[in-house]
């Protein structure tokens, strides 16, 4: 068993892993085989939604950044265990630009 977020913060195959870097995976394999990018799963368990779910999460960004102002309001905190955990939550004000 493979747990991908260990995979993808390993400083191994990724430089400083822990930065904010969306682009960290520019020009790497990116198939379903690839042994360093799996947050889809991999292989014949590859997920069906992947598309599906990379277009909605892109339509999200796009209203939500053009569109909206937000604040973190409360909580905020994280663990990493490895996947990505807020204890308190993580309250945050939405206003209409
Ligand atoms: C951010 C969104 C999503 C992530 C990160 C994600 C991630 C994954 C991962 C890692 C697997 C492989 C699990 C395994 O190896 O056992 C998987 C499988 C699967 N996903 Fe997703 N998924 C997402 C969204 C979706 C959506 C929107 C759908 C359906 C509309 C979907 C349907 C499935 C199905 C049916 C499988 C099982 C595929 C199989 O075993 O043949 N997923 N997903």
């Not at 990116?30 to 292989?43: I, N, Q, V």
């Not at 997920?47 to 909206?68: D, N, T």
Request: net charge positive; glycine share 8%.
């Amino acid at each position: 068993m493979v747990a991908p977020a260990v995979v993808h913060l390993n400083p191994e195959k990724y430089e400083n892993p822990l930065n904010f870097n969306p682009w960290r995976w520019e020009g790497q394999d990116l198939h379903s085989g690839s042994k360093t990018f799996m947050a889809w799963g991999s292989g014949t368990r590859l997920c069906v939604g992947a598309e599906f779910a990379k277009l909605q999460i892109a339509i999200f960004l796009h209203h939500f950044v053009s569109k909206y102002r937000w604040s973190v309001t409360k909580g905020g905190d994280f663990i990493r265990r490895p996947s990505l955990i807020f204890p308190n939550g993580l309250h945050i004000d939405i206003e209409e630009k």
